[in-house]
């Protein structure tokens, strides 16, 4: 079997790989579909496998910014693997996502993330579950009691809005030190910015994306820097209480409505998985944020069948971070015994204690409480692809 870059003349023979696999698509989502990929073929970020000519299975990388305790770095997210039904069960996935892997370093991402249909192809290559998307359903009128006590200033967006919204979003999760949330590219943020069926407003701090969903209200983001532009927004979301009953909204495990809320009780949150590979562990170690107080060192060793491991001196402080390789006859090596998935589920913040008792850490526990200190966090997404 060959792997190769998908050209446009192989969209086709894509389109009834992906129907195979997830279902048919409307008409206007296959010419979205369409204008979404077709950049990602001139860049690198679609690759097929095939038997002879026909097409076997195929994945793309979508270009993103995620936030690592308040620091932005380039990040790969997998999607669109499929593999065609006859082909499954003989290595095909795991043949298209290694050349993934090894392209998604190429292209100078040092970390990936993908919403996996299933766990084991994808554990195997080394990617582990570390965060949801936490969709949360609120009843409307919850949201409409939510009072501005003088409402920021707003205005409807559109596709020309697209760069702002990703400067407010580097400046609104800078200055809240999250983790896991991510941005779409300029170019695919002025793609999703014509849906005509959206509602769309921004402000100085933050930004709305909301549709009808039956007789739902569907809330697709919802970013504010203050507490101001929150309370304007979710209220903005609330008026629509004399038809909707409730609202479906993806939110932070401590999104600041929950606390805007008049009354909480039982609340129906449903958790979207998504998983996370280390690709470069210095490039990785130095591009994250860490917590500005926290000095500390400590000695890894990861193993990693499919990127390589090695042994790795971490030294932290003014909440950066360096990942210096070592011999395992250095100093305090080897330290810690990490797997690539163990790697992955400690730089997400899964505390040391779990990853031991899970089998994905081993070795010298010296260094564990300074990992699970720098490594702290409450990763999340709003955005699902």
Known sequence: MEIRDLTPEDLDDVLDLRKRSFGPLSAADTERWRRASAPLLGEGRYLGVFDGSRLTAAARLRQFTQWWHGRPQPMAGIAGVTVSPEDRGRGVGTKVMRAVIDRAVALGDAVSVLYPATTPIYRGLGYEHAGAQHNV?????????IRPSGHAKLRRMGPGDAAEIISVLHRVYGAARVSG????????????LEEEDDFLYLADDGFLVYRWKGDDIQVDNLVAGSGETA??????VGTASSIAQHVIAPVAPDDPVLWLLRERGKEQVKQVRWMFRVLDVAAAVERRGYPLPVSCEAVVTVEDPVRGGGTWRLEFAGGSGAATPVGESGPGAPGAVLSANGLAALYTG????TLRIAGLMSGDDRYDEALDTVFA?????LDYF
């Open 377 to 381: 966090a409450k990763p999340y997404m």
């Open 350 to 353: 899964v505390p040391t204690s």
């Open 181 to 192: 949330p991510v941005s779409w590219d300029e170019r695919t943020w002025e793609l999703w």
């Open 231 to 236: 309370r304007t927004l979710w209220s903005l």
């Open 137 to 145: 359903r609120i009843p409307a009128e919850a949201l409409r009691q």
